[in-house]
């Protein structure tokens, strides 16, 4: 008995072992556009929902992929973004809102592989904190533009840590010691960004990034 048991734990070893020399691991760099807006419900008011426009915004980081065989891989992240939304009411008012964003995704890919090129579905969680963030426009004729930081989140109900989902296709093509990559993502929120009780905020967004990922092993 304990002769197959110590047989059975080898051949588990072994496997584990064989696994991990397939799995390839991948770090790089990545940098784009990003265009966020928010989507916001007004509960106090029979569920009134307004979209905001859109505002321009960018994002940079580093991706690490842990492939496992041609077609799987397993992508976590750190970015920095640069996101926010506009929104306008009757009149001449109108507020834009920009954060500044440490984000940490973990992605599922999923594609097609060939020796010229991947094509891959990319989903996953998402992670956000909020570090700090700046709002300008002019209500009621006067212009500001003011800075959001440490305390200033908690007065105006705004929750820093965030969830997202995400959801896109990545085209690499392989270069050298590793691959170029071209990623496209569409960004939607999870939980209320709003702290306060009669208003639900919901971001949104779409990316679009090329970066660099340097690979250990065979492509």
Not at 5 to 16: E, G, R, S, Y
Not at 34 to 44: G, R
Not at 178 to 192: A, E, I, M, P, S
């Amino acid at each position: 008995m304990k002769l197959r048991f110590n047989l059975i734990a080898a051949l588990a070893f072994v496997a584990a072992g064989t696994h991990v020399a397939q799995a390839q691991i991948g770090i790089g760099i990545q940098g784009g556009v990003l265009s966020s807006k928010a989507k916001i419900e007004n509960t106090s008011n029979n569920g009134d929902n307004t979209v905001s426009d859109a505002v321009t915004g960018y994002l940079v980081g580093v991706p690490i992929e842990i492939s496992v065989g041609k077609a799987f891989a397993i992508q976590p992240e750190v970015n920095y973004l640069r996101r926010g939304y506009n929104s306008a009411s009757a009149g001449n008012n109108r507020v834009e809102t920009f954060y500044n964003v440490l984000e940490i995704p973990v992605l599922a890919k999923l594609g097609y592989v060939s020796d010229k090129f991947t094509l891959a579905g990319v989903f996953g969680p998402s992670f956000q904190y909020t570090m700090s963030g700046t709002t300008k426009g002019t209500l009621l004729g006067v212009d500001f533009n003011e800075k959001i930081k440490g305390s200033d989140f908690d007065s105006r109900d705004i929750n820093r840590s965030n969830f997202f989902g995400l959801a896109g296709v990545q085209l690499g093509v392989p270069i050298g010691v590793g691959k170029f990559v071209v990623d496209g993502r569409y960004r939607f929120q999870l939980n209320n960004e709003n702290n306060g009780n009669d208003i639900n905020v919901r971001g949104r967004g779409l990316s679009a990034t090329a970066g660099l990922i340097f690979t250990l092993g065979d492509y």
